[in-house]
């Protein structure tokens, strides 16, 4: 398939920031905190919108007869890592800002990787 | 449209109107090798018609999940951001704020706020759909067009001794690809 790479690589990113997102929707419904509710609620919406922003692309890339190079190893590299990080977290055990502030950063890695 | 399929249509006309019998025959020829060129160009269209139809569906379905997802999020911010509003006026000067009077106002106001920031919402998710079927009703168009100019070169090439008709189709061909060209 054409750009196999570059969507692999998009969906990838997809796949990391939803596990973000519904760890922060879990999060969300679970705290009773207003102020805290307000940020995760704040980082969810960003989330929706930069996942908004990703499948579009994909859904270009996959309408496209343009080839598209694949992503550079460094962007790869770092991607593959933040997942793993991903993979390592375990939810509901943490201090909830410890783990908000984790996600957000996770987020934050896979989003300019 | 490609060069390859304007350049016939030309030597076409050209053929028929500068020759006799043996023009006609001419002309015949080119219709069958322009149509050729048509039902090339037709299977481009297809092709273009059912990738760009499935990116339309898909960015569809995509706009959509996340308005839908975001639209109680962007609701329940606005509802938060005014009860902080209202709950800090309150306690700031609660012999004066803190009425009944003032608290119905205060749902009255936050429920015409929410009523208009759905309208907004949801107005815009509407426009968002019908342009994309707009998109799409352009490449039907476009290949309806395609598929006229095809019919009209099948039935030149079939049809032996009619000139004028040829005349006609030919000129019907040449604008109905004109028309097709300034819509793109």
Redesign the interface.
Known sequence: MANEAALDFITDKITGLEIIKQELSRMFLNTTD?DQA?DI??E??RL??L??TL??MR??L??T?NEVPPPPPQRIAALTDALRRLDSFVSGDQNIQAALNFLIQVAGVIRTA | MKLKTLTPIILLGLSLSTFGCAGEETARQVALQLRESIVEDEQIIDKTIATQTTFYEDQRKTIEKYRSENIPLELEAQRRKRSAEAASAMSSNPQQEARLSNLMNYLQETNDKEYELWNKFYGGEQQAREELKSKIAKLQRQKKVLTQVKDNLNQLALASNRKKRARMLIQFSQETIAALKASQ
């Open positions: 207003l307000d609620r704040r969810i919406t929706n919108q996942l908004f499948e579009s859904n270009s996959a309408a007869a």
